[in-house]
């Protein structure tokens, strides 16, 4: 499983974001999809999941309200639509995924590259 996330920079408070992470896999659709992020200086955190069937999301209550997961299977992409970003949202952010069938659990098994999200005040 590979992971391609892009999409990151350097925007000011109260902005937007959209992250894009392209799975090179067979069988995406199958796949429970997250991100994850680590804040400079801290230990990696969850943002965001969504299952296989699109039916069902997560939030950390952190981002709950202002960001937004979906996946489009037709593509192998998972989305992150980031908006009303704070400086707390700076960070590197990681696109992951499990074997099927687990759900995101707090130790991913596969992650992609991370991509650096900076947030100005």
């Known amino acids: 499983v590979q992971l391609q996330a892009s999409g990151g920079g350097l925007v000011q408070a109260g902005e937007s974001l959209r992250f894009s992470c392209a799975a090179s896999v067979r069988t995406f659709s199958s796949h429970a999809m997250g991100w994850f992020r680590r804040p400079p200086g801290k230990e990696r955190e969850f943002v965001a999941a969504i299952s296989w069937s699109r039916d069902t999301t997560y939030y950390a209550d952190s981002v709950k309200g202002r960001f937004t997961i979906s996946r489009d299977n037709a593509k192998n992409t998972v989305y992150l639509q980031m908006n009303s970003l704070k400086p707390e949202d700076t960070a590197v952010y990681y696109c992951?995924?499990?074997?099927?069938?687990?759900?995101?659990?707090?130790?991913?098994?596969?992650w992609g590259q991370g991509t650096q999200v900076t947030v100005s005040s």
């Open positions: 992951v995924t499990e074997r099927p069938p687990k759900g995101i659990t707090i130790n991913p098994e596969y």
